[in-house]
């Protein structure tokens, strides 16, 4: 038996010379050759991986929230929830990518922030773009984070086009309301571009799809996959904030605000916001029924 390996083999059929069909199709070369560390800090690498792996994640999340709006606008609801379900899968990677920077104090951080600031300039994730589309496509729309694009052409063109169009809540809605449910007009017909105000027949739309375990129950799925996804999202910006806390602390950031007190607010953005204020009616009892809202007063008085 012959078990030597000849470096020369060629390469399989429909491989390029010098690859195997594992390195041409999942790209390895190239994507080792993308981590770029500009100090000599030991831990630099690990900063760039977990950003590019953050980076590669949004960018999955996206396709799959576009696919998933696809199939609600052809009413394929069973498809949506299976599509939305890998949403929820894909936070749990994403969010784990924190531990691998918990390692870093404020000395990490800065003595890596050192030397990029020189090579690069002053930088903020504020102009990351795919973060931006994913936020834009939940449905959170501030048209104002678009002017850190203007540097960036197309892509401030394509966020542009993302603020303008529907969100996957804005489809869930339209969804909802081909299938009976009274979303109003305003709502639907909305500039999909300004921030979603909240209304209250919506909330009580999720409270009608609550109301009986046994009815509806593919749009209760529906409900708590969405619950599950904005769950991930807000842990990510809890993380980010802990992240920030123990590295950055009180210092200003890049706009000159101290870093914890720009974000701090923005932790109040959770998407799909009926979904959850409806939560504090869903399960009420009906009005006629002894231990409704106001009847134990009123009996109380008798
Ligand atoms: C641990 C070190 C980090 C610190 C101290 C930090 C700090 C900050 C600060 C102060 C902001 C507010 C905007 C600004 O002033 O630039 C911000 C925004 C942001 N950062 Fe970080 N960051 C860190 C790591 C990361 C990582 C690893 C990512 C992932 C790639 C990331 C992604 C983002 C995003 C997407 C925003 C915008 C958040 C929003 O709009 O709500 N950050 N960060």
């Known amino acids: 038996m012959n078990d030597t390996v000849t470096p020369a083999s060629p390469a399989p059929a429909g491989t390029p010379a010098g690859h195997t069909p594992y390195s041409d199709w999942l790209q390895t070369d190239v994507l080792h050759s993308l981590q770029r560390p ?31 709006q696809t199939q609600l606008r052809a009413d394929d609801l069973t498809g949506a929830c299976r599509t939305l379900r890998r949403v929820v899968a894909h936070h749990e990677p994403l969010n784990a990518t924190w531990r691998s920077i918990a390692w870093m104090t404020p000395v990490d951080l800065l003595a890596i922030l050192s030397c990029v600031g020189p090579k690069y300039g002053k930088d903020t994730a504020l102009q990351g773009w795919t973060y931006r589309q994913m936020v834009y496509l939940l449905g959170i729309k501030q048209g104002e984070h678009l002017q850190h694009f ?32 009274a979303v109003p007009a305003v709502v639907l017909d909305r500039d999909f571009s300004a921030p979603y105000t909240p209304d209250k027949v919506v909330e009580n ?6 109301a009986d375990p046994g009815e509806h129950r593919e749009l209760q799925q529906l409900g708590e996959t969405l619950a599950d996804i904005a769950e991930g999202f807000s842990t990510w910006k809890h993380l980010h904030l802990m992240a920030t806390r ?27 916001p009926e979904l959850w204020s409806a939560r504090g009616f869903i399960g009420d009892p009906p009005a006629m029924c002894p231990h409704a809202r106001g009847q134990g007063n009123a009996r109380a008085a008798e």
Do not use: C
Request: net charge negative; aromatic share 14%; hydrophobic share 45%.
């Open 38 to 68: 500009v100090s000599d800090h030991p831990g630099e690498h690990a900063w760039i991986v977990s950003a590019q792996v953050s980076e590669l994640y949004w960018m999955l999340i996206i396709k799959e929230i576009q696919a998933a």
């Open 150 to 181: 203007l540097p960036q052409p197309r892509r401030w063109e394509q966020l542009s086009k993302a603020l303008a169009e529907p969100s996957l809540y804005d489809d869930v809605l339209a969804h909802l309301r081909r299938k009976g449910f």
């Open 246 to 272: 123990r590295t950055f602390g009180a210092r200003p950031a890049y706009f000159g605000t101290e870093g914890i007190a720009w974000l701090l607010p923005t932790m109040n953005e959770i998407p799909f």
């Open 205 to 210: 739309v999720w409270r009608e799809v609550y």
